[in-house]
């Protein structure tokens, strides 16, 4: 199938460290990447490919992919962190691109 | 940059046409893709075009109804929505493909979004 399932939410105490996870069968053939979205902005690119980090990006995060499971760790993690993280890929054909639900991260 | 604009309130079955406008980068060289935020929803791809105006491909919910082409030479993206539904209501965003020449699914540029409401 042509699905990406994440976690609708999740917590994290401040400072702590929050993995969130992204799975689907197309992940066995394309990369991910990682969004972070914030009310009343644009996402904005978290990491892609092999685990790279976007430009800008804090050292705190870092993704991971082994197999159909892809993974976001936020380590330390900050207040300005709390966002909706999406993860995508692309279908099982290539063609067309595909998001996952995802996630909501709060910070306590 | 990207700038989208365009989005406003229709009927259902009536038509928009949104824009994109680009600048700062060699938009020529890039794929790009129109994606889009339900109110209270996660995102949703609706469309993508390669740099050269070809390979293009839709989302099942649109295909057939939205169409995307792009201006090389205005340095602007545009998605002609047809037979708009209620369920089209979201903020429609442009993005940017990563890598030159290349169609991946990592999107490095996003414009601000333009808000399109369908309501009778």
């Known amino acids: 199938s042509s699905e990406l399932t994440q976690a609708p939410a999740m917590s994290v105490a401040l400072g702590q460290t929050v993995r969130i996870t992204c799975q689907g069968d197309s992940l066995r053939l394309f990369y991910s990447s990682w969004y972070q979205k914030k009310p009343g902005q644009a996402p904005k690119l978290v990491a892609y490919?092999?685990?790279i980090r976007a430009s800008g990006i804090p050292e705190r995060f870092s993704a991971y992919s082994s197999g159909n499971t892809a993974s976001l760790t936020i380590s330390e993690t900050q207040a300005e962190d709390e966002a909706d993280y999406y993860c995508?890929?692309?279908?099982?054909?290539?063609?067309?691109?595909?998001f996952g639900g995802g996630t909501k991260v709060t910070v306590l | 940059n990207l700038l989208e604009s365009g989005g406003g309130l229709v009927q259902p079955g009536g038509s928009l046409r949104l824009s994109c406008a680009a600048s700062g980068f060699t938009f020529r060289s890039y794929a790009m893709s129109w994606v889009r935020q339900a109110p209270g929803k996660g995102l949703e791809w609706v469309s993508g075009?390669?740099?050269?105006?070809?390979?293009?491909f839709y989302g099942d919910s649109v295909r057939g109804r939205f169409t995307i082409s792009r201006d090389n030479s205005e340095n602007t993206l545009y998605l002609q929505m047809n037979n708009l539904r209620v369920e089209d209501t979201a903020i429609y965003y442009c993005a940017k493909d990563f890598r030159p020449g290349a169609r991946d699914n990592w999107f490095d540029l996003w414009g601000q979004g333009t808000l399109v409401n369908v309501s009778s």
């Open positions: 995508n890929s692309r279908d099982s054909i290539g063609n067309h691109v595909i």
């Open positions: 490919g092999r685990g």
């Open positions: 075009i390669g740099d050269g105006g070809g390979a293009i």
